[in-house]
């Protein structure tokens, strides 16, 4: 509340008064005013009543004729200035629009003598109360005081608040939040004082003359911009950078608070003198003329803002870029986004200056509230969950897991887009365009409600279970370094449920989906059994005209429930072989070792072979010199596998361990024997590329030979013989191939 309350007081010193002096202006005797102010009053008064009754098409009164009266004390009654109208219709709304721009431009000098009339008022009153000087001094040492008093309190604790800023990073956890809330607590101290030093000197000017006046809006201006400044503080923290909420570098931070604080200061600098204004009774057309003239100052200093500290907003709304695209996309444009709004912004606030319809102003000044309020509350949100899940990676070991602090957030952010796009369309549609009245609006609201909160309830219930379904979603397969080209499954297989989660997650949604719709039109008032019935129909034609559509769903289904195949296994179809990357309700996609990409519907697989489950036998034969010792070769070969699974990386995927198997054959003057391991699917031509190279390096040592003709490495193509067993015959195969599999 604290936040919305700044928030709220920051932006409408941008109008300066504007509401307020066009909704409160009291009708005061005619006693107690001049003949210039009264004059102007009625004429005032006439005007409106003019335009109500041409815009409800109404002719004025008395021969289609509105008289403007002129009073003066003992002057004779004027010929009455008569405005012709024709029933039913008028000027034009621009007409209208550039008469009182004239008036409001004719009306500068009028004002010039207001503001004279109130710095000679101020000297006038020194009878009743101050000298000139002695006012201005006066007021001009509480100021300082009150501003001197807020640094020296932050200077006095600046031990205390160092000692808090370096415990609220994010990462202490939940533990920062207490130490961010002492930080602003330490900071409201400042305020209170500011509070209380503005309070005591207002009882020196609780009289009614321009010196208490003047010293009121003044006290009570130094105070509303203190506590502006109080939130931009929280936030950029220009002197503590381990507790800044966002993501701005400290000399960026320091500057742009010092550009707020300048900026704030002119706004309500502004406002001070339009409450003057309007406590001394300045007239309408006057007081429409200082607001122009104030919107062109507020304008400049915006766009000074906009332009001198571009970088820091950039910094700001892209730290907010990953979970709020919007922001990111205003922060990389940053001088073209804010400098059009503010820009409107000025142009709406002097429209409704002059024609006197204060709602366009106020509808627009909402509307930058209300985005202002956006980031703030996206930086405080996201400040919030960084914090929570420190201290939840605290406690689990995955960094990279989803966390629910992160979707209660998602779900918090889109409830509060709803009800700001709810209130900004309210005023615009109903205040500004007239689209709708009140009671419309309330009525399309009604009906609505209900039907928004389905919505937003499917979309929470949408988000809770991609939160508890993320854990089993199956990362992409990732092939291990120099593992590309060795024909293996070159990726950790994903389990089932994993490979089953995406079908699982579409099916979802579409049926979330399909219920919200349906829910939503029923509150909506439409009868959606025909629409039903018609999609029906519609389902079963499509299904009789898409037989082979129909085919390559329920073949994948039946595949996935056989559980053939899982996303990063390597298979053999017959028409393609690779690693399964994904699939959809139709189709399957693998990526062949050399990087090609197959898309195989699930009706053209045939029989799959799988080479990645369980396990894989990997069988190899090298040749050897004729007069080789065989039983030495045995045991030097057992020798290296029992080294090999002294190696960590290769432990971990060894079962069975590097071996020889025997003589298989003698072929031109060479023994031609068998090697073999068995191993985890993934990557096991790494381990026989290891194991060739230790026997390359080992064996001469031991006097083992390689044939002279030279060691050719062959791979064996495991066949079944008659009697059920593995008959291996050399041949060079595109992958290790297992000869059994559990």
Known sequence: MLILRVLALTMSLVLAGTSAIRAETPAAPPSGMTQEQFDSLVDAISRSVVEKLRTEGVPAPAADAVAKPKSGKGAPSPKPEIVRTTPGQGPS?????????????????????????????????????WGIAAFVLV?????????MAEGALRRLLGKVRARLAARAGPEHGMRSLLNLAALLALDGIGLLAVWLICNAASAWFSGA???DRVAEAVLMGIFDWRLCMLLFRFVLRPATPTARLCEVSGENARAMYSRLSTTVLVVVIGRVVGRVLFAVGTPPDALAAYQVAGVAIYLAAFLWLVSRSREAARQWLA???????????????????????????????????????VQVGGAMLLTLVLVVGLVF?????QAFVRRLDS??????????????????????RVAVLIGVAVTIAQSWVVEVLGLASPDQWEQITRSSRTAAITLFLAFVLWELFKYATEPYMAPAPRSPV??????????????????????????????????????????????????????????????????????DIVSGIFYLT???????????CGKAKGTVKGFTLRSIRLRHQNGQVHTIPFGQLGQITNFSRDWITVKFNLRFARDTDIEKLRKAAKKIGQDMMEVPEIKSEILAPFKMQGVADIVDNALLVRFKFTARPGNPAMIQREAVKRMFNIFPGLGIEFAKEGATVILQAPHASAEGTAAAGPSRAEIPTPVAAG
Not at 377 to 381: A, I, K, N
Not at 517 to 538: K, R, T, Y
């Open 93 to 129: 709304e621009f007409a209208l629009f550039l008469q009182r721009l004239g008036r409001v431009v004719l009306a500068f000098p009028a004002l010039g003598r207001q503001l004279a009339t109130v710095a000679g008022g101020l000297g006038q009153d020194s009878n009743e109360g």
């Open 562 to 572: 056989d559980d053939a195949f899982r996303v990063g296994e390597y298979i053999d």
């Open 139 to 147: 007021l001009g040492l509480t100021a300082a005081a009150a501003v």
């Open 482 to 551: 120099g593992a590309a080209g060795d024909g293996d499954a070159a990726a950790t297989p994903a389990s089932r449920i994993s490979t089953m989660m995406p079908l699982l997650r579409m099916a979802a949604a579409i049926l979330i989906v399909f219920l919200a719709v349906v829910i939503a039109l029923e509150d909506f008032g439409i009868n959606v059994m025909p629409l039903i019935a018609g999609a029906s129909i519609f389902g079963i034609a499509i299904s009789f005209g898409s037989q082979t559509l129909v085919r």
């Open 319 to 357: 730290g907010l870029g990953a979970a709020a695209p919007l922001a990111g996309l205003a922060g990389r444009h940053w001088v073209g986004v804010a400098s059009s709004f503010f820009v409107v912004l000025g142009a709406t606030q002097a429209y409704s200056a002059i024609s006197g319809r």
């Open 377 to 381: 509350f996206e930086t405080l949100m």
């Open 391 to 412: 201290q939840l990676l605290g406690r689990t070991a995955a960094s990279d897991a989803p966390k629910l602090p992160d979707v209660v957030a998602r779900c918090v």
């Open 209 to 211: 003359t321009a010196q």
